[in-house]
T-cell receptor
């Protein structure tokens, strides 16, 4: 059974204070690891897809990295508008996506 | 960018009634649509995958007779929660893909269902 565990559950940062969110996973035959941003009461917004260990992707203040067991979402010099819940999901050889519970990020001005 | 809408955004109903939720792709043709359910502080759970013109594929543990999915056109899919009960109260989110893969899905804003 595919599993995704995200940590921490909640994170409070000061504006400009860089940090990382963790997504640990077990999956049979990784077909993709996905990061999404979800604002309260809204659907997820796609951020990144990573397919193989060593792969990295960047978008503005966000950078996602992938190893064989986990992925990190690094947030550099965050701003209050980065406050959201960040979701990680994996898709294995059964092609059914498994989502983590998310990390709720609050960035204080 | 690709836009997906859901209607209604909020619905409150009495136990035993049926509720229909619409999911529309506004600026692209959605070959595949996905329906998810999200309980508070829980993960997003895939309920079913639907392809236009064919029957939906339901995930294990999802009752197909309770959650009726219709994907009658390339821009519209509907989820009907039949004989809703309080335990069906949840946040229902659809996503749509112009292809057949999970990778290119665009999520709708979600529908919050409260069954009294």
């Amino acid at each position: 059974e595919d599993q995704v565990t995200q940590s921490p559950e909640a994170l409070r940062l000061q504006e400009g204070e860089s940090s990382s969110l963790n997504c640990s996973y077990t999956v049979s035959g990784l077909r993709g690891l996905f990061w999404y941003r979800q604002d309260p009461g809204k659907g997820p917004e796609f951020l990144f897809t990573l397919y193989s260990a060593g792969e990295e992707k960047e978008k503005e203040r966000l950078k996602a990295t992938l190893t064989k067991k986990e992925s990190f979402l690094h947030i550099t010099a965050p701003k209050p508008e980065d406050s959201a819940t960040y979701l990680c999901a994996v898709r294995g050889q059964n092609y059914i996506p498994t989502f983590g519970r998310g990390t709720s990020l609050i960035v204080h001005p | 960018g690709a836009v997906v809408s859901q209607h209604p955004s909020w619905v409150i109903c009495k136990s035993g009634t049926s509720v229909k939720i619409e999911c529309r792709s506004l600026d692209f043709q959605a070959t595949t649509m996905f329906w998810y359910r999200q309980f508070p502080k829980q993960s997003l759970m895939l309920m079913a995958t639907s392809n236009e013109g064919s029957k939906a594929t339901y995930e294990q543990g999802v009752e197909k007779d309770k959650f009726l999915i219709n994907h009658a056109s390339l821009t519209l899919s509907t989820l009907t929660v039949t004989s809703a009960h309080p335990e069906d109260s949840s946040f229902y989110i659809c996503s749509a893909s112009p292809g057949t893969t999970f990778e290119t899905q665009y999520f709708g804003p979600g529908t919050r269902l409260l069954v009294l």
